[in-house]
């Protein structure tokens, strides 16, 4: 099996950057409220996580959401099944359950619109909420890594290592990739950010793959 050298790392962080920078010039931002600007790829995630905190009620969960189709249709498709074995009058009772969410649906049609305008409402709310988050979060981590206090321990740790990576023990070549990483992720232990025994040099492709990993925890 080919070894994955330092240079291999080196090649594929290339790749990543030139990746990353064609996906900025393709994925505009947009202003989710006043001072909060993220791109198009952030947004989709964002919403994704909204959906999940935001839940269906009423009819537009039984007829929009996957789960409450689910749990009509398989009680129903049995028992349409049984129907279907009584005769003509079972079949057409059978074909009536099952088309009973389209006939509710456009029973209901006014009342659905305003039941999936108020979600989507909701939803656009908690999306803003974890934009400002997000932001907030980052704001933080900027701050905290141009401080004059981080750059004391990272110079210490790194004289200390060496340029030496201590998860694939190659030797970090070029200066801009030599990381100080927290092996118990800042953003869940903020008491250990400037404990010595908690930080160590990585290159900067190992950093990224493990992203805030508890390593001592998995």
């Given at each position: 099996m080919p070894r994955y050298t330092y240079r291999d790392r080196q090649k594929n962080i290339a790749t990543r950057r030139r990746n990353a920078r064609l996906r900025r010039q393709n994925d505009p931002p947009s202003e989710i409220s006043k001072g909060v600007v993220v791109t198009h790829g952030v947004k989709t995630r964002l919403t994704r996580q909204a959906y999940a905190k935001v839940p269906m009620r009423g009819l537009l969960w039984w007829l929009d959401s996957g789960w409450g189709i689910l749990l009509y249709y398989v009680p129903a498709l049995v028992i349409a099944i049984l129907l279907f074995r009584q005769g003509l009058w079972g079949v057409f009772l059978g074909i009536l359950i099952l088309l009973a969410p389209l006939?509710?649906?456009?029973?209901?049609?006014?009342?659905?619109?305003?039941?999936?305008?108020?979600?989507?409402?909701?939803?656009?709310?908690?999306?803003?909420?974890?934009?400002?988050?997000?932001?907030?979060?980052?704001?933080?981590?900027?701050?905290?890594?141009?401080?004059?206090?981080?750059?004391?321990?990272?110079?210490?740790?790194?004289?200390?290592?060496?340029?030496?990576?201590?998860?694939?023990?190659?030797?970090?070549?070029?200066?801009?990739?030599?990381?100080?990483?927290?092996?118990?992720?800042?953003?869940?232990?903020?008491?250990?950010?400037?404990?010595?025994?908690?930080?160590?040099?990585?290159?900067?492709?190992?950093?990224?793959?493990?992203?805030?990993?508890?390593l001592l925890d998995s």
């Open positions: 006939i509710v649906g456009g029973l209901f049609r006014q009342r659905l619109q305003e039941e999936r305008e108020e979600w989507q409402a909701r939803t656009a709310i908690r999306v803003r909420e974890l934009a400002e988050e997000r932001k907030q979060r980052l704001d933080e981590t900027q701050q905290f890594y141009s401080s004059p206090e981080w750059q004391l321990v990272r110079d210490q740790v790194i004289r200390e290592e060496g340029h030496q990576c201590s998860e694939c023990g190659e030797h970090i070549q070029y200066k801009e990739d030599i990381t100080v990483d927290h092996i118990r992720p800042r953003i869940k232990y903020p008491d250990l950010a400037f404990e010595r025994r908690n930080l160590r040099v990585l290159c900067r492709s190992c950093n990224s793959r493990k992203g805030a990993k508890d």
